[in-house]
């Protein structure tokens, strides 16, 4: 199948290399623009170059700067919508504001929710993104939405003779489907900790749910910040679990208390991120940290929606 309308990808500053990745992939110049942060902190885009009748994929995370990030993403809409792109396809690999999907009590803002509005009163077509915290978020959107997930190739990293003895693990019951998807995978068994939380960040495990004696623990997740998830450590060893974790996340906000935390603990054994963000060299060459790449199955699937093909296969292959 194909189209009268060309395939035009373009970055903004969150994520080039992935970009580039993609843009290699697909046999594709990426789209030529510039961002700059002015000194009163606001910032300017534009687009270089002819967008008219075009099928554009805007490729921004929005990582650390959030807000920032956010703000350039909805600049380049509002500009490739002024210069007469014919669809516009926000590609948010990390999609901001993601764990704040619901009021958890009175007079809070539902943040998931305005982001959805915002892109769309700016203009955007359709939206992808990859393991969104919570997956009703895509009920947030009149247009259609992409839930893509970095299971396959994080999954990956660990279909080899090394886990056979091994288990996954959820990090609480409200990852327990993501988890058992992995599980599923992997064909491992799987085990569920219970939290109890003690705050706005910060919740205790207080037992474990499944057979994790003897067993290799994978800690799945969908984000890791400040590195709450390395609290699953101890209650896991307790549980009889070898001292040799390795935890499977899909996006690597990774702040420093996280790394420090990495560091310290010689039973954590191997951290397989994702790229969906951009990581500093700090990280890109840390000793525990591996990063797999989702550049390939997010060309395949923007290939596809530019072609009018369905990417359902590629989702259920998830």
């Known amino acids: 199948m194909s189209t009268h309308h060309p395939l035009r990808v373009f970055t903004g500053s969150a994520n080039r ?17 510039t961002t700059t942060r002015l000194k009163d902190s606001e910032v300017h885009v534009a687009i270089d170059e002819a ?8 490729i921004q995370p929005c990582s650390a700067p959030v807000n920032d990030h956010l703000m350039e993403l909805l600049l ?28 958890a009590k009175g007079r809070e803002a539902i943040s998931a929710k305005a982001v959805a ?33 970095a299971l396959p190739v994080l999954a990956g990293y660990f279909e080899t003779d090394a886990f056979c003895n091994a288990a996954v693990v959820s990090p609480d019951v409200g990852r327990a489907k993501f988890a ?20 706005f960040d910060k919740a ?19 984000v890791i910040a400040g590195g709450s998830v390395l609290d699953e450590v101890d209650g896991l060893i307790e549980a009889g679990a070898r001292p040799e974790v390795y935890i499977a996340i899909t996006h690597g906000v990774l702040l420093p208390s996280a790394i420090e935390r990495l560091d310290r603990d010689e039973r954590i054994k191997r951290l397989v991120i994702s790229n969906t963000i951009d990581q500093p060299e700090a990280v890109r060459n840390h ?22 093909e369905s990417i359902s296969s590629l989702i259920s292959k998830q």
């Open 17 to 33: 290399p992935l970009a580039e990745a993609v843009a290699r992939i697909l046999d594709t110049a990426l789209g030529k623009c």
């Open 51 to 58: 967008v008219r009748d075009q099928d554009v994929f805007i």
């Open 180 to 199: 058992g998807a992995y599980a599923e995978r992997l064909n491992l068994p799987l085990v569920v900790m219970h939290k109890r939380r003690e705050g």
């Open 204 to 222: 205790k495990a207080t037992h474990v749910v499944g057979d994790i004696e003897g067993k290799i623990p994978i800690i799945i997740d969908d």
């Open 287 to 308: 000793p525990k940290i591996t990063i797999v790449s989702v550049a390939d199955l997010l060309a395949r699937v923007i290939g596809r929606i530019h072609t009018g």
């Open 76 to 103: 380049y809409v509002d500009a490739f919508r002024r210069a007469s792109a014919h669809e516009i396809t926000a590609v948010v690999p990390y999609y901001p504001y993601g764990r704040q999907e619901r009021m």
């Open 117 to 149: 509005v915002m892109l769309e009163v700016m203009g955007v077509s359709r939206v992808i993104y990859f393991d969104v915290h919570a997956p009703a978020t895509q009920g947030f959107f009149q247009v259609p939405v992409d839930p893509l997930s």
